[in-house]
């Protein structure tokens, strides 16, 4: 009986993983970025919710309050009016599609983030677990303003936007354990609740339900970056998998952009020592000294050679395209760029839509050889097919 139930349980999993569209037009993201919450309050700030907490329904308008307490396996629910109940779970269902709550851990500095859609509150082993559900334009829209930033024309969120809905839609099913589909840290993708930025609204409209695939209408893992340094790495130099639409390009568009440049200087002796500690033998300064003028995989000092990659991470640096030169008893490093440098350059991107390129060029420029398609017409992918 139970191998049935297992059995069924698993088919359950597999039809829902080759379910592109998640239900009712709605996605459920796991707050994560309350950060163990035992104690959240819940503010009305626009329209109205009715609140379901075991079996009572309580009505709430614009400016109520409720706090939320975490009670051993349930949760506590008090409202303005001073009731209280304790029940599984509680669920704020949006009046409308301009309802909007605000949520703050009381734990925690900071100011509350707003969200549109509905919000259920239950206890988790360790903490409150909330989860938001909302329709995939408004997600995004929040997605596009966290990663995306809040200056650019539409062309730029354009491309924003289509590469967060690829992204929702490859790995809708990533925390379905969890019993939500994403989360809203960069773990999956950033999500700060509901954008207030109009022209973010306007690039998720006008790309409703485009998504990027390849020749064979297969969702593509499609990264960005803040800054390139003028080139963009191939994906095998960061994440050993060689992708053909993930090739480095040179790119002539954000080189006057804020994370073009950066500098940093290290002592000579803890260089000297840490390369010391990956097998560098040291027999003069100048084998330190390192040209990099297109993007290069490793470090090379004399015969010794060493990842940039594990570099950077060491270091803490901005990216991996940089030169070595010699300082006062120091080494200096000259870099280029921010993030890992594979596929959209934003400032790159954002310059380019400037200049009036279209979020079709735009895609065009840093991804090669891939479609901007309806997700009605992608084909199961390996990454969502496999999500279990
Ligand atoms: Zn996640
Ligand atoms: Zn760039």
């Known amino acids: 009986m139970l191998t049935r139930f297992k059995s069924f349980i698993f088919l359950f999993f597999m039809l829902s993983a080759f379910t592109v569209h998640p239900m009712a037009g709605n996605i459920r993201i796991g707050l994560l970025s309350l950060e163990r919450s035992f104690s959240l309050t819940v503010n009305i700030c626009e329209g109205e919710y009715e609140m379901l907490a075991g079996r009572k329904y309580t009505s709430l ?10 009670a051993g396996n349930k949760v506590l629910v008090t409202t303005l009016s001073g009731s209280t109940l304790v029940a599984d779970s509680i669920r704020l269902q949006a009046g409308g599609p301009e309802s909007c709550f605000s949520v703050r851990n009381n734990l925690r500095e900071g100011s509350p983030r707003k969200y549109y859609g509905h919000l259920t509150v239950m206890s988790d082993i360790e903490s409150l677990m909330a989860v938001n559900s909302i329709d995939t334009e408004s997600y995004l829209a929040g997605v596009v303003q966290a990663e995306a930033g809040f200056k650019g024309n539409l062309e730029y969120f354009k491309a924003q936007a289509m590469l967060a809905r690829t992204y929702l839609y490859m790995n ?16 999956c993708q950033a999500y700060h609740g509901r954008s207030e930025v109009g022209v973010i609204y306007d690039a998720v409209n006008a790309t409703r339900d485009l998504v990027l695939a390849d020749a064979d209408s297969f969702l593509v893992f499609a990264p960005f970056h803040s800054n ?26 954000c080189a006057f952009s804020r994370n073009a440049h950066w500098k940093k200087e290290i002592g000579m002796e803890e260089w000297i020592s840490y390369m010391g500690e990956h097998g560098y033998r040291h027999m003069n300064n100048d084998d330190l000294v390192f040209k990099q003028l297109s993007r290069k995989r490793n470090y090379t000092a004399g015969n010794f050679s060493f990842p940039l990659i594990k570099i950077r991470e060491d270091w803490g640096l901005m990216s991996t395209f940089f030169s070595v030169s010699l300082g006062n008893n120091s080494i200096l490093l000259n870099g280029r760029g921010y993030g890992h440098g594979v596929g959209l350059c934003q400032e790159g991107a954002r310059v380019m839509s400037e200049r009036g390129f279209t979020m079709e060029e735009i895609i065009g420029f840093y991804f090669r050889g891939l479609k901007i398609i309806d997700v009605k017409d992608v084909r199961p992918s390996v990454e969502i097919s496999t999500a279990f």
């Open 61 to 70: 308008k614009k400016n109520d309050n409720i706090l939320i307490v975490k």
């Open 172 to 187: 809708i099913n990533r925390h379905i354990r969890d019993g939500y589909n994403l989360c809203d840290k960069i773990h």
């Open 228 to 253: 390139c340094g003028g080139q963009t790495e191939s994906s095998e130099n960061v994440w050993l998998a060689s992708m053909q639409h993930l090739s480095g390009v040179i790119d002539p568009y």
